[in-house]
């Protein structure tokens, strides 16, 4: 029988990314030789696949591809635990998915080296030992597209990424603009955006709030409407104060740069 080190375990899991426990077990499976441990670590993870369906996969990363500044795409890819999410073989996994996406909105449309998007996310579980799902997918196409992936945790890939596009081409400014939405997280661009059912409820809220603070009744209208306003102010990216000068407003700075923003996209992992 072979005697399996510690470095053996070490670099059977540094490769694979499956637990050390089970890099260990397929290792003594395997008397040592390390490529046939591999393919059993692969044959018993597939076999687990069914196992794993139940299980949440809420940590991951954000992955984007951006083409010439014309064309971009956002996708996030979840895994269980913040340890496979940093690991070197889940990370290359996002960046082949995520290329292989260009130009998808619907993660069902994804193929991966001529293969079903199921078929390369099995075989990383396999090899991962979690579930590894893509949660959502969204591609841009315009006059200027811009990406901005944030790191919440240094020790972690990005957990937050913005897509943007705006009417026409400024690199500077659409960076700023993706940054600023990743911070401040807004719902909408502007207010033609929000529903009216959404407005009607800020309203009835504002009232219903004010008048149990004892708001004279003569001044409730004016009350609410600030209230809205603000509401409007925190929702809608256009009328947010500027991350970099909160001396104007989001419009201000699209104005400036003589553009509009046609469409923002930001995903947080697991949110």
């Known amino acids: 029988m072979a005697t399996i080190s510690a470095a053996d375990i070490k670099k059977l899991r540094e490769a694979t990314g499956a637990g050390m426990t089970d890099c260990k077990n397929a290792l003594v499976e395997a008397d040592g030789d390390y490529d046939k441990a591999v393919e059993i670590l692969r044959i018993k993870g597939l076999k687990g696949v069914a ?5 949440a996969a809420s940590n991951g990363l954000i992955a984007s591809v951006v083409e010439e500044g014309k064309r ?7 895994c269980e635990t913040d340890f496979v999410a940093k690991s070197d073989r889940f990370i290359t996994l996002a960046d082949r998915i995520v290329n292989s996406a260009r130009g998808v909105n619907d993660p069902k449309e994804i ?20 579930k ?21 945790n ?12 705006l009417s026409a081409e400024n690199p500077e400014v659409a960076r700023d603009i993706a940054q600023h939405i990743a911070a401040f ?63 104007k407003t989001v419009a201000q700075v699209l104005a400036e740069a003589g553009g509009t923003l046609t469409g923002f996209v930001r995903y947080r992992v697991g949110a």
């Open 51 to 55: 196992k794993r369906e139940g299980r």
């Open 72 to 78: 971009g795409t956002l996708l996030e890819l979840n």
């Open 111 to 130: 193929v991966v080296d001529g293969k079903p998007l199921q078929d390369a996310l099995d075989e990383a579980g396999a090899m991962l030992g979690e």
């Open 132 to 152: 590894i799902e893509v949660r959502r997918v969204v591609s841009f196409a315009g006059e200027h597209v811009a990406v901005y992936l944030h790191r919440t």
């Open 154 to 165: 240094p020790d972690l890939p990005p957990q937050v990424g913005v897509l943007v596009e």
């Open 185 to 247: 997280a807004p719902t909408y661009v502007s207010r033609d955006q929000v529903d009216d059912d959404v407005v009607a409820k800020e309203r009835e809220i504002a009232e219903a709030t004010a008048r149990e603070e004892g708001k004279p009744e003569a001044a409730l209208a004016k009350i609410v409407e600030g209230r809205v306003n603000g509401f409007y102010k925190e929702a809608v990216l256009v009328e947010q104060a500027f991350a970099k000068d909160n001396k």
